[in-house]
Structure formats: C-alpha cells, structure tokens
C-alpha cells in the first residue's frame, strides 16, 4: 500500500497513487452505471444554454443550493455576542451540531452551543421534559450568565410554546428564577439566518428592556447585524467610534469569542455585550444598524422605546462610509476628525491609483441583500461593472433599493437584480451572460470550476481560506483592503492570461 508509517501521505498525494486510481475505476466501471461520455457532455452543453436558462428561471418548487443558512443559525451567531451567553437551540442534536460546525468552519474557532436533545418522542409528547433537563444541565454544567433560546423546524411544527416552556422549567428549578434566558422562535423552514438574527436580538433587548423605564441619554447603540467579518469589522467600528469620542454600545459583538488567542487557557465565553451594557442601551439617544434587512423587527422595537433610528447597508467603502460616519456625527453632535478624513483621502487616493485596473470589468455578486447592496456600490465606486447581483434571502423590496441605487451610477445600469434566486440560477446567468469575477461565499468555488469564472471570496462562510474575517472590510481601512483582495484577483488572471512566452507575454508586465 502506497501508505506507510514511514512516508504518510495526506489525501492530495494518496488517491493519485496507482492502487486507489485502480480502486476508483473499477469502482465506476462495475457499480456506477454511468451513461456515456458523449451523453453526459451533450447534456452538460444544453444546461449552459439560453433555453436551459429559462427552464431554470421558470423553476418554482425546488432551491438547489441557496445562498443562505437556516433561521437558527443566524440566532446561535447573535447570542455569541453577549457576554457569557449559552446558546440553547430547542431540537435535535443533529440541527445544533450544523449550527456549530458551519460556524467553525468559517472562524476556525470553536463554537459552543447546546441543544434539548429532542428525539422521535419529544416530537409525538413535545419537548417540555427537553427544555426542563436541558436548561438544568446547561446551567449546572457551563455556568453561563445568560442562556438564549432559539427553535429548529421540529419544535415549531409540533408547536412547542417557548415562553410557557421557560417559565415551566423556571418553576421546576432547572435555573434560578431571575436567571435571563431571553428567547426566540425561529422556525428553520422560513426565511434565513438573517431573519435568525434579527429574531434573537429582539428576543435579548426584550428580555432586558420590555419591564424598565427608558432614560433618555446621548449614547448610540450600534447593531452590526449578521456579519462573517465580525472580527475585523466591528474592532474597526469601535476604533471609529472611539476616534469620533462618541458613547455607544455595540448591541451583539462577538468578535472576541470568534477570536480567543491560545494561551494555554481556554475560553467557552470571551468577550461580548454585557448585560449591564444590554440594559443601559435602552437610554441611548439613538439606535442605528448596518444591515437594513437584517434589522427590521430589532430597530422597529427600538423606535417603538423611543430610540431615534437610521438603517445603513454593509457600509464597504468611501460612499457608504461617509453615510456611517456623517449618521453618527449627526446624532451624536460629533464633529468628524481630522484622522478620518485623511483616511477618506487615502482610499480614494487608491481608488483613484487603480481605477485603470478595474475600470470596465464586469462582477457578479451574491450573498445576504446587505452585503450584495454595499458590494455593488463599491464596486461602481471602483470603475468596475455589476452585472447579475444575486440574494436567496433578497426580497422584492431590496430588489427595489438595489435597482435605484444601480440607476445612480452607468455603471450599474446594465446590472440584473436577481432576488429569491439560488446558486444554479447563478450558474444558468455565468454561462449565458459572463462576466470577468463573482465575488461571494467559497460556495462560489464550485461555480469557478464549472464557468471558469475566478471567485473573490469576501462573505459569509468562506470555509476553504483561513484568516479572512480578521481583516475588516467596513470603513476606509476595510475599504482599502476589499480593493486590494479585488484588485490582486484581476491582476492574478491577467498574468494568467499572459505568460506564454513569445505569444502574450508581450502584456506580461513587472509594474501593472
């Protein structure tokens, strides 16, 4: 066997060797039944055809690989970002541990969450025993100071009442009877873990605010919202805010427990909004989120405490930073520092360095509608050109925005909005309307293989790279670093294009 103790090959090395080349053939040849070549390349041809396009487009009653994840998901991120906060996700074993590993793949850190274990008979009985003996072990076992309760698609369709059920388990003993567990229904068969967020936020704020008086201060609060970059960006907001001398409290950051260093200790829980912080962010002047659509029932609950609010998108670059910064400058009666516009004025003096670069280059982008949006904008503020700009979770309203935002730039003007489409529908557009780049998830990879088309990974989950989301992509500084990551991606395949010696290397530049 071509492995030994004493030459151990990883998988790259191994499976090429002879015998698991044999093995694998043979395999095909005796099990697979595989149809012919020329069938399978017939086949393939048509589904990167016009007329298989509009077969795929008229497709209402299958997704093949959205570009998203499931309510709960987006509520175990938002309970991260709280201060020695359990997340309890009411389901199977089977639906926390997706939760935990997609998590873990992306930060490469370890992601606690536990689940109430529900099995075939808490789906006929309901899941009330679950909840008692899960919030006690819990409890008992990791001494959390808060534990935040989400659903999976069981416990919704068998109507498993969370509020009711806490209160039982309280009653019961399984946690002190002050013990916070603020809560969330977040069924995984509807929306995405987008509106999983956005669910558990209000969830905690209603938790700690729904029985207290408001004080009205001058304190911001700031909602990132679902962010795969969390690290980088919101250590960069808060350097911003500091900067700007503005009070303000970061409603969910879990940038440090996404981020805990080795040390010889280990960290279950790691940094986060406090609970103090968490209840005192009902007396702040006003509450602003960076993703619109991630918000919407968290800032509606904000506004209804009296909060002043103000929504932004994915604030990547000089246009959409100057709105961040301006909003809070307003609000806060803050004037903008010195530092900060010098900082404008170098990622526009980049921009301006490289505007030959990406000038007419054509993008295709997918991912949450936030990201999508300021990723476009970006990219029109580049000199580059979208063209299919693609949400699983976008909504008719978001196509919307995004249509008028596109009509303010001629660069934007030949861009289709796709919401509610997935990533084959993308894979029908990249072979029967090319473009340059796709910018989106290592989802993506898979359509880089198949069109030929190079992926900048910039969005939630880049699982096949490490060490991106601690680079932060908001503000001036992170605006400086997505140019950098699209530009090398361009410059990368014009070197590629160009390096046949005597034939094309004629473009093949030292200085670019």
């Known amino acids: 066997m071509p492995q030994s103790t004493e030459a151990i090959k990883d998988h790259v090395g191994l499976f090429r060797e002879p ?9 095909r040849a005796n099990f697979e039944c595989p149809h012919p070549p020329e069938t399978v390349e017939a086949i393939s041809a048509w589904t990167k055809s016009d007329d298989y396009r509009e077969k795929n487009f008229d497709r209402k009653a299958l997704v093949i690989n959205p570009a998203k994840a499931c309510q709960p998901l987006g509520a175990v991120f938002c309970s ?39 099995t075939e008979d808490a789906a006929v009985f309901g899941g009330l025993n679950n909840m008692i003996e899960g919030l ?29 059920f806490i209160g039982t388990a309280k009653e019961k003993g399984s946690v002190p009877a002050d013990f916070n567990v603020p809560f969330a229904h977040t069924p995984a068969f509807q929306g995405s873990h987008v509106n999983g967020y956005d669910n558990m936020l209000l969830g905690i704020l209603r938790n700690f605010w729904e029985s207290d008086e408001r004080t009205p201060g001058a304190a911001i609060n700031i909602i990132p919202g679902f962010d795969g970059y969390c690290v980088g ?58 993703q619109e659509f991630c918000t919407k029932k968290t800032l509606a609950y904000a506004k209804e405490k009296g909060h002043e609010v103000a929504s932004l998108h994915y604030p990547i670059g000089v246009e959409a930073t100057d709105e961040l910064l301006m909003a809070i400058s307003r609000i806060a009666g803050k004037p903008i520092p010195d530092s900060l516009l010098r900082e404008r004025g170098r990622l526009v003096d980049a921009l301006t360095d490289s505007m030959s670069i990406a ?65 084959w529908h993308m894979r029908s557009l990249l072979n029967t309307a090319p473009v340059d780049f ?5 989802y993506g990879k898979y359509l880089e293989r198949d069109t030929g088309t190079p992926l ?47 034939v094309t290397d004629i473009s093949f530049d030292l200085t670019r």
């Open 19 to 27: 015998e698991y080349k044999e093995m694998l053939r043979d395999k």
């Open 80 to 118: 991260s970002g709280f201060e020695g906060t359990l997340s309890f996700v009411h389901g199977s074993q089977g639906c926390v541990a997706y939760y935990r590993s997609h998590l873990s793949r992306h930060f490469k850190e370890p992601t606690s969450a536990v689940s109430s274990s529900m």
């Open 136 to 164: 006690a072990n819990a409890f008992a076992l990791y001494e959390p100071k808060m534990i935040a309760v989400s659903t999976t698609c069981m416990a919704e369709v068998i109507g498993d009442d969370l509020h009711a």
């Open 233 to 290: 960006n919101n250590r960069e907001l808060a350097r911003l805010l500091d900067v700007m001398d503005v009070a303000h409290t970061i409603l969910c950051d879990p940038s440090d427990v996404f981020d805990t260093p080795s040390d010889g200790t280990f960290r279950m829980y790691d940094g986060g909004t406090t609970i103090d912080e968490t209840k005192a962010a009902l007396n702040a002047k006003a509450t602003l989120s960076l």
């Open 359 to 423: 000038h007419g280059k054509t993008f295709a982008v997918f991912g949450d509608p936030d990201f999508v949006y300021g990723m476009c904008r970006f990219l029109m503020e580049m000199g580059a050109e979208p063209r299919h700009a693609l949400a699983t979770n976008g909504t008719k309203p978001w196509a919307k925005q995004m249509k008028a935002m596109l009509e303010s730039s001629p660069y934007g003007k030949d861009c289709e909005v796709w919401p509610a489409c997935d990533l």
């Open 438 to 442: 796709l910018i989106g998830s290592s």
């Open 456 to 502: 900048i990974r910039l969005t939630f989950p880049i699982f096949d790279r490490h060490h991106h989301h601690r680079f932060p992509t908001w503000g001036y500084q992170g605006g400086l670093h997505v140019l950098v990551r699209i530009l090398d991606t361009i410059l990368d395949r014009l070197d590629a294009d160009t390096n046949e010696a005597g």
